[in-house]
């Protein structure tokens, strides 16, 4: 996948024209067919995590609305980032975590549960904080209109999930049939979503790439390592760390993109980051995965939830 969108991400970037088709008015609608099949790989079952060991669930979701706004905005400050991206940043730090954050937990031997039930968890809680955060952030940078983005993200986050949460629970002999495409559903959405943001504002983004991309790539890897660091701390196991370290630091970056279209669309370099964030995490996903799965193993009990994942 990382693969797949650096190559989209490249074309669209440098041979725009190739991307220029796909209309930004999209972006919502790929999203909610992103969001619909994560809903559609929700079981209820997968809430138990939330009741079964809510201090881990709380954990992972207080730190998630807690450190990435606050390294977005120490990033973006830090780096005299203008209004437009410091918008951008600040948004994809005020996200819940992205659905890639499971595959990856998966990969780096983590508690795939654990993840889940913190993506879901932080998802849900998305209408009410990111809003409330984006404002506390940017009030005195940019108009923020939260009502809009409350409706935003209930209309393309949580709608979706909890449709595909209800056709897998009546309709689940038919899911089981789809929904092995479904990743590569997600992925072709994902692909577009970031070619019809690069390639409608690549001016834009070669002129301030630079600062851009350094802050992107600071940003998830501060993440990711506050996660770690939170981990040993608390004398997590290696697999719950690496799960609170993945989720953390992979952010909705494709909500963020969608909410700077939406909410700021007198400011469209604001979609930036969140588009490059879209790329890079999957990349440094990728690594990190290879890199964490070296370190310690999944005890059993987590092998058998990642099998039901």
Known sequence: MALVVLVVAALALFAPSTAL????????????????????????????????????VVLGCVAQFVVMPGLAYALGKAFSLPPELLAGVALVGACPGGTASNVVTYLAKGDVALSVAMT????????????????????????????????????????????????????????????????????????????????????????????????????????????LVLGFLLRLSPSKSKALSIEIGMQNSGLATV??????????????????????????????AEFYKRWGNGKPEETSETSKT
């Open 21 to 56: 088709w796909i209309a930004t008015g999209w972006i919502n609608y790929l999203l909610m067919v992103v969001m619909f099949g994560m809903g559609l790989a929700l079981k209820l079952d997968d809430f138990k995590a939330v009741f079964t060991r809510p201090f881990e």
């Open 120 to 227: 879901s968890v932080s998802t849900l809680l998305a209408p009410f904080l990111t809003p409330a955060i984006a404002y506390l952030l940017l009030r005195t940078t940019i108009n923020v209109n939260v009502s809009e983005m409350f409706l935003t993200i209930a209309e393309v986050v949580v709608v979706p999930i909890a449709l595909g949460i209800v056709v897998n629970k009546i309709w689940g002999r038919l899911t089981a049939k789809i929904i092995n495409i479904m990743p590569y559903v997600s992925i072709a959405a994902i692909c577009l979503i970031v070619a019809a943001v690069v390639s409608h504002n690549s001016e834009k983004i070669l002129a301030t790439g630079k600062i851009v991309f350094v802050v992107v790539v600071l940003h998830n890897l501060l993440g990711c390592l506050a996660g």
């Open 259 to 288: 909410l700077a279209h939406q909410v700021f669309a007198t400011a469209p370099l604001a979609a930036a980051p969140g588009a490059i964030f879209s790329v890079w995490h999957n990349i440094s996903g990728a690594i990190l």
